[in-house]
């Protein structure tokens, strides 16, 4: 079947009409604006994750629009690093939309400190800033990627990352040490196939390969933590024991999907779904 694409910024974005009703730039509008420019490090180098998933592809989508989670999803292996006694659930500094697309700045702890048992982690990351935890490269050579206007809106001390998506599936996760993105594909109602890409610098010495081998390892823990637990979601969900759900202010993000999903679902046309 022939599928339309455009490029916006390097991504390239596939459009299922033949002939597409709206441009890319139409549809990302002011979203597009914001992002244009950003220096995206690293792009040559990556880490691939891939799987398929029993869950709708929303739950996939939700389950990485809020932080609120990581405390106790995450509590050995990132649930301080996101999370302090400023702020021990986690709370979002900024939230920020454009028509169905949006951004979510995190709240960071740049007190963090590895623990006392944690040798290899203190070595690997001896006398090197990345940022957190999931930064992959050294701040100190992101000076054009982080002076971007978009990045860190607030100029927050306590700020850990970035989500910026593209509706309906693209996760664009933009920290001090570089960026990821995380797409999701669904397959069916209740099945995702799942792809997270995490963008390196190639490592120029021991140290910094020791460094990327324990930030791999980490990443691959995270994800494990996340995805097995959408699954659970979306089984708690079939089982129809509730039919509401409340939604607090940090899940703003999946208030705001949700909402434009039952838009477009419900529009006539691109336009009338954009409100263009």
């Not at 390097?10 to 597009?32: A, M, R, T, Y």
């Not at 398929?52 to 996939?60: C, I, P, S, T």
């Not at 939309?97 to 979510?104: A, E, L």
């Not at 930030?215 to 708690?236: F, M, S």
């Given at each position: 079947?022939?599928?339309?694409?455009?490029?916006?910024?390097?991504?390239?974005?596939?459009n299922?009409?033949?002939?597409?009703?709206?441009?890319?730039?139409?549809?990302?509008?002011?979203?597009?604006?914001?992002f244009?420019?950003?220096?995206?490090?690293?792009?040559?180098?990556?880490?691939?994750?891939?799987a398929?998933?029993?869950a709708n592809?929303?739950?996939?989508?939700?389950?990485?629009?809020e932080?609120?989670?990581?405390?106790?999803?995450?509590?050995?292996?990132?649930?301080k690093t996101?999370a302090?006694?400023?702020n021990?659930?986690?709370?979002?500094?900024?939230?920020?939309?454009?028509?169905?697309?949006?951004q979510?700045?995190?709240f960071?702890?740049?007190?963090?400190?590895?623990?006392e048992?944690?040798?290899?982690?203190?070595?690997?990351?001896?006398n090197?800033?990345?940022g957190?935890?999931?930064?992959?490269?050294e701040?100190?050579?992101?000076?054009?990627?982080?002076?971007?206007?978009?990045?860190?809106?607030?100029?927050?001390?306590?700020?850990a990352?970035?989500?910026?998506?593209?509706?309906?599936?693209?996760?664009i996760?933009?920290?001090?040490?570089?960026?990821?993105?995380?797409?999701?594909?669904?397959?069916?109602?209740?099945?995702?196939?799942?792809?997270a890409?995490?963008?390196?610098?190639?490592?120029?010495?021991g140290?910094?390969?020791?460094q990327?081998?324990?930030?791999?390892?980490?990443?691959?823990e995270?994800?494990?933590e996340?995805?097995?637990?959408?699954?659970?979601?979306?089984?708690?969900?079939?089982?129809?024991?509730?039919?509401?759900?409340?939604?607090?202010?940090?899940e703003?993000?999946?208030?705001?999907n949700?909402?434009?999903?039952?838009?477009?679902?419900n529009?006539?046309?691109?336009?009338?779904?954009?409100?263009?």
């Amino acid at each position: 079947m022939p599928i339309a694409t455009d490029v916006w910024e390097g991504w390239i974005f596939l459009n299922h009409q033949k002939q597409p009703e709206v441009s890319l730039q139409e549809f990302l509008g002011d979203f597009g604006t914001r992002f244009a420019g950003v220096s995206w490090e690293n792009t040559d180098t990556s880490l691939y994750f891939e799987a398929h998933l029993d869950a709708n592809w929303k739950v996939l989508a939700d389950a990485f629009s809020e932080t609120y989670h990581i405390p106790s999803i995450h509590p050995a292996t990132i649930g301080k690093t996101f999370a302090s006694a400023v702020n021990p659930h986690s709370r979002p500094l900024d939230a920020r939309f454009w028509g169905p697309h949006r951004q979510f700045s995190t709240f960071g702890n740049p007190d963090y400190a590895p623990p006392e048992d944690a040798m290899v982690e203190k070595m690997a990351y001896a006398n090197r800033d990345t940022g957190n935890v999931l930064g992959a490269a050294e701040t100190a050579g992101m000076t054009e990627y982080l002076d971007h206007p978009a990045i860190n809106p607030k100029q927050s001390k306590h700020w850990a990352l970035d989500i910026a998506v593209a509706f309906p599936t693209l996760h664009i996760n933009l920290s001090p040490g570089g960026f990821w993105s995380h797409r999701f594909w669904p397959i069916s109602v209740n099945r995702t196939r799942w792809e997270a890409e995490f963008h390196v610098p190639k490592p120029l010495t021991g140290r910094e390969k020791l460094q990327q081998e324990l930030y791999i390892t980490r990443i691959a823990e995270i994800l494990l933590e996340d995805v097995t637990n959408t699954e659970r979601t979306q089984r708690g969900i079939e089982a129809g024991a509730y039919d509401t759900m409340q939604l607090q202010d940090g899940e703003v993000q999946i208030r705001h999907n949700l909402h434009h999903v039952d838009r477009w679902v419900n529009a006539r046309t691109v336009r009338e779904a954009l409100g263009i």
